[in-house]
């Protein structure tokens, strides 16, 4: 029951943005034409030579290391102001396939001006050409040369030219690339004779002839390898078109000793890669676990309001019994062989329903019933012959998780959907073979699509990182294992910190639209020891898991945006002298872990519950934490001043309030910061970016957002707002803090879903801002300023969410008539922005224990005599 509901937001003021944004100075100088002709004509020069005569096109066409009709072509630009689409829309024929960018070194043609020596930004321009924009493309470069001037709408090629860092065809060095050529090597030296799969990435063509020309010639060259297509999908909402195969481990040899042959010289394939492996590595010893207490649940009849995309539960555990609507449409259930096998499935649902059951004083169970759609089932991944749960080793895992969300939603062929009031969706599966290196993954774009297009907030596991982090300055393990505990954390936060490129995030985590989880190092196991060479690395709960992925996520924005329990993960060596490398133990036993029913152990008994640990269970807790979240608001007495919410807010509010319930633990942050600057980085904002990576906004309190206390009053609602567009918020505050000294801070979130420009480098069509309303004063009428326990002001607004947080404690007299003034701003970021953007918005005002005033109480008496109403939901 709670005693101080969450309150209701006034309605906001509407109105344009103040006129243009401005234009940005362009940093870097373009080369003048002499240069460039100096650096880049030979290659028009062939071109120009070579286009019009059969022959030597044809010869053309042979070398994968040419410029080519037909090939994918490569435009690296020195500048982030030219407009490329412009340039791309006067030449017939040269179809646009994507773009990218990267950060290079300075040279002597492309340098920032003031600071020649900082690294420069590149963007990279993927096109298709055909001969005849070839030949237009050397006719434009010739006039650039020769100082004419270019007709209207051509103009932009002058710029093109100018910023030309080179031109060059997509060849086998960037279909197969450096990760991929080493995770191959090896797989070959593993004695295995048996077929290697591959994941296929077509260049996405817009005519469907186009597509189906490179499909038939691909299928020749696979026919030819004496390979096996396995699966192929083509989702044309994310411009996917890929395949699925087998060959043998001597054609993937050929291909690493020669590139020049077979699909590696392919034009029609973006890239080659090892196929997506999602699997629980989870070891449990199910005769070790508890026999867990409770009744059976009565039957659940309100519809389900969140999905599971994982393994098969066992359905009739006493805790999971009349809680799930299980769906099974490809029978999955027939390939578990015994029911010790169905463990992810189980754990995860059981954390959704019931939360961690090692709690003494846990939540009700949710209120709904869970729907389970199974995606995963034993079979053997490795090369021993121990099955583990995994996605289908012959499909293509995007393209079941494409399925599974159009069946809950939208219903196969004339079917009606099954599941479609579901607001939640929990992922907390990975691609081990996929780790975020700065560019979206497919499957990331489509969780991303799939939650704009159906509005459904999507809770995915940042992934586990289980590979070895050296010691680089251990000498034995004794040493580190007597060191004080600051001292610990310490050495394993800086190796870590030094392995951050090769611990990135699992795809899909790093969407956009999703809210990805990370484990921080918490449980509620009692200490009680640990396994063989084995120990508890950290004292701090709100630090992550060693093996919990790292940020940041697309373009530098916050990711894993929150940390939730993911069990006091232990590491074991099994070295004793340098060097020595740790790595997290396979199995918790009884020592740490977050408790969750576990199928029986050997006497068969449906009671039991194991302890369980990583991303995955932390993203189950967060998912059983957005359920609660809905359940309260409609919970929230219907009358002014407290929020009338319609149901279609919820998915969005339940994103705002997880983000708006997560806070820096200020030790946390500092420790990251000390060793982030004794890594090199002086620089404030880079050592608040190196936090962030670990941290995200921080570890979620869930109780923060379920109700309010005498000294926090938190407010919520949520609007549709368009872009160019301002909604003012002005809150009255409580007369007794004006003029008065004491802490005090404000916490203020929106969350939202944005649709995608899919081809535009910025992505994210949509981006929302929480700024102060009023330009006489920065300070927010509360003599507060940014929070330095936070992510930078240049991280705020990256993702989907805007979490910002205000302190101070000097005593201020109110401006703006006593009212806390913050406005929420949309700007396009990626093109032009035609939808209503649906957001949520949470702001908290708190006082600490220094200052005696009723917060809760007078906040919300202002708003009963100031609007009487609620913000429209």
């Not at 096996?228 to 083509?234: F, N, P, S, V, W």
Request: proline share 7%; glycine share 8%; with cysteine.
């Amino acid at each position: 029951m709670m005693k101080r509901p969450l309150l209701g937001l006034p309605y906001p003021t509407k109105r344009s943005s103040k006129g243009p944004e401005g234009f940005p100075r362009e940093a870097v100088r373009p080369a003048d034409a002499q240069r460039q002709g100096q650096r880049l004509g030979p290659k028009f020069e062939k071109l120009s030579k070579v286009l019009p005569d059969p022959c030597q096109l044809a010869e053309l066409r042979r070398d994968p290391a040419a410029i080519a009709p037909e090939r994918a072509l490569v435009f690296e630009i020195a500048s982030e102001l030219v407009d490329f689409d412009r340039a791309l829309h006067h030449v017939p024929g040269l179809e646009f396939l994507g773009e990218d960018q990267d950060e290079v070194e300075s040279d002597e043609d492309f340098f920032i001006q003031d600071k020649p020596e900082k690294a420069i930004l590149r963007r990279l321009y993927f096109t298709m050409p055909n001969i005849r924009a070839l030949g237009e493309i050397v006719n434009l470069w010739k006039r650039y040369q020769e100082g004419e001037e270019l007709h209207r709408g051509q103009k932009e090629w002058k710029k093109v030219f100018g910023y030309l860092a080179n031109i060059r065809p997509w060849g086998p060095q960037d279909r197969i690339t450096a990760e991929v050529r080493e995770d191959w090597r090896e797989h070959l030296r593993k004695p295995s004779k048996d077929p290697i799969s591959m994941q296929v990435e077509f260049w996405y063509r817009r005519e469907s002839t186009l597509r189906e020309t490179v499909h038939q010639k691909f299928q020749k060259m696979v026919w030819k390898a004496d390979g096996q297509i396995l699966d192929r999908a083509t989702i044309h909402d994310i411009r996917y078109d890929a395949a699925l195969l087998q060959v043998q481990p001597g054609y993937i040899q050929r291909i690493l000793d020669n590139p020049d042959i077979g699909l590696a010289a392919f034009d029609g394939v973006m890239v080659l890669r090892p196929q997506s492996l999602v699997i629980d590595p989870q070891e449990i010893d199910f005769d070790e676990g508890e026999d867990v207490a409770g009744a059976v649940a009565p039957d659940l009849f309100q519809e389900p309001r969140a999905a599971l995309l994982d393994g098969l539960p066992m359905a009739q555990h006493t805790k999971l019994k009349n809680r799930l609507s299980i769906e099974d449409p490809d029978d999955y259930e027939s390939k578990y062989g015994l029911a010790s096998e169905q463990v992810h499935g189980t754990s995860m649902a059981s954390l959704i329903v019931h939360g961690d059951l090692n709690s003494q004083a846990p939540h009700a169970p949710v209120r709904s019933r869970l729907y389970v759609r199974p995606v995963m089932f034993p079979q053997q991944a490795g090369f021993d012959d121990q099955r583990q749960e995994s996605m289908p080793l012959n499909r293509l895992a995007i393209d079941v998780v494409w399925r599974s969300f159009i069946r809950m939603f939208a219903g196969e062929g004339d079917a009606a959907p099954t599941a479609p009031n579901v607001k939640v969706v929990n992922l907390s599966l990975g691609d081990l073979n996929r780790r975020f290196s700065g560019i979206l993954s497919p499957w990331a774009r489509l969780i991303d699509h799939l939650s704009w297009k159906y509005g459904v907030l999507i809770l995915i596991s940042a992934g586990n990182i289980r590979d070895p982090i050296p010691l680089d300055d251990v000498k034995t393990w004794d040493d580190f294992e007597t060191a004080p505990p600051e001292e610990r954390e310490a050495i394993l936060l800086g190796a870590i910190l030094r392995q951050k490129s090769r611990r990135s995030l699992l795809a899909p985590s790093e969407g956009l639209n999703a809210l990805t989880i990370g484990a921080c190092h918490a449980d509620l196991t009692e200490p009680n020891g640990a396994g063989v060479l084995a120990i508890d690395p950290y004292e701090t709960e709100s630090l992550p898991n060693p093996s919990s992925a790292l940020g940041l996520g697309y373009l530098r924005g916050v990711k894993p945006e929150i940390l939730l329990p993911g069990g006091r993960e232990h590491i074991r060596t099994t070295c004793t002298h340098a060097p020595i490398s740790v790595r997290p133990v396979d199995t918790s036993g009884m020592f740490f872990g977050i408790g969750a029913a576990a199928p029986p152990g050997s006497g068969g008994e449906l009671t039991k519950k194991s302890n369980f640990f990583g991303t995955s269970v932390a993203t189950a807790l967060a998912t059983h934490s957005a359920l609660k979240i809905i359940e309260s608001l409609e919970d929230i007495p219907g009358e002014p001043p407290h929020p009338n919410v319609n149901e279609t807010f919820h998915a969005v509010l339940a994103k705002t309030l997880l983000v708006h319930a997560a806070k820096w633990d200020k030790g946390s942050a500092k420790k990251i910061a000390k060793i982030s600057e004794k890594a090199g980085n002086e620089h404030w904002e880079h050592q608040r970016e190196d936090a962030a990576r670990f941290l995200g906004f921080g570890t979620v309190d869930l109780n923060k957002v379920l109700d309010c206390t005498e000294y926090r009053a938190t407010m919520i609602g949520g609007d549709t707002i368009h872009a160019k567009e301002e909604h003012e918020f002005r809150i009255p505050l409580p007369p007794q803090l004006e003029s008065l000294a004491g802490f005090r801070a404000v916490t203020a979130t929106a969350g939202w879903f944005t649709p995608l420009n899919i081809d535009h480098r910025m992505y994210r069509m949509a981006k929302l801002e929480i700024e102060p309303g009023s330009d006489s004063d920065k300070e927010l009428s509360l003599g507060v300023s940014n929070s330095k326990q936070q992510p930078s002001h240049h991280a705020f607004g990256k993702g989907t969410v805007y979490h910002r947080r205000w302190e101070g404690d000097k005593a201020k007299a109110f401006v703006d008539g006593g009212a806390l003034v913050l406005k929420v701003a949309c700007k396009p970021a990626a093109g032009k922005l035609d939808a209503g953007i649906r957001y949520g918005l949470a702001i908290t005002l708190e006082v600490g224990e220094d200052v005696a005033v009723p917060v809760y109480e007078e906040v919300r008496e202002r708003l009963r005599q100031h609007i009487g109403v609620p913000v429209r939901t």
